[in-house]
């Protein structure tokens, strides 16, 4: 059964921290994604990939970055955690020849306090 | 930014009768899609219908796409109580770069026994 693994499904951070969100797959697929759901805003685009070390901002990437080193890995960085950052992370993938649907993983819901 | 919007924002029905969700959106695209969403969890891909199809069939699913109107629809057929969960249309277009969709803010669906 093909897999999109986010590593945490639950996580409190504090403000200012450094938070390292983690997202796995094991479908060989080039492109992944991380968006953020919010009550009544749905999901929106953080940054996504399309190949090792590519990224893309999607269109909310402010206080975001990513790290794309292995095609299996997908990594979303918040430099400095806010609580305005507080969500849920939902990562994504698929595969590269376009006409496809997304797998995600089952989502982490962060809190920063 | 949101493209597709899901109508209505909340059904609820009994077991065994039909859900129709209605998804509108804004743009021309390659193709839309729909997602279910259990409670906390990530999505799922339910099905995807390309702009030169006008309708398509998965099961217990029905979507149908009017591009003249922009709009599609799902129809779940003879629900059941675990087709509780919230659904997603989500929209690949040209004007937003043919890897990313857009997601819409859902319908969500209760089914009582």
């Known amino acids: 059964d093909v897999k999109v693994t986010q590593s945490s499904r639950y996580l409190v951070k504090r403000t200012g921290e450094k938070v390292f969100l983690e997202c796995v797959q094991d479908?060989?697929?080039?492109?992944m994604f991380w968006y953020r759901q919010d009550p009544g805003l749905g999901l929106r685009l953080i940054y996504f990939?399309?190949?090792?070390?590519?990224?893309e901002k999607g269109d909310i990437p402010e206080g975001y970055s990513v790290s794309r080193e292995k095609k299996e890995r997908f990594s979303l960085i918040l430099e400095s955690a806010s609580t305005n950052q507080t969500s849920m992370y939902l990562c994504?993938?698929?595969?590269?020849?376009?006409?496809?649907?997304?797998?995600f993983g089952s989502g982490t819901r962060l809190t920063v306090v | 930014s949101q493209q597709g919007e899901e109508d209505p924002q909340a059904l609820s029905i009994q077991e065994g009768e039909n859900a129709t969700m209605n998804c509108s959106y804004k743009?021309?695209?390659?193709?839309l899609q729909w997602y279910r969403q259990n409670s906390g969890r990530g999505l799922v891909h339910l099905i995807l219908?390309?702009?030169?199809?006008r309708e398509k069939h998965s099961g217990r699913l029905r979507v149908t796409l009017d591009t003249s109107k922009k709009s599609s629809s799902l129809l779940i057929t003879a629900s059941r109580a675990a087709d509780t969960a919230s659904y997603f249309c989500?929209?690949?277009?040209?004007?937003?770069?043919?890897?990313?969709?857009?997601f819409g803010t859902g319908t969500r669906l209760l089914v009582s026994p």
């Open positions: 989500a929209t690949a277009s040209m004007n937003t770069g043919f890897q990313k969709l857009v």
């Open positions: 990939s399309y190949d090792v070390k590519m990224k």
């Open positions: 479908m060989d697929h080039e492109n």
């Open positions: 743009t021309s695209i390659n193709n």
């Open positions: 994504a993938s698929r595969a590269g020849t376009g006409g496809e649907g997304y797998t």
């Open positions: 219908i390309r702009s030169n199809e």
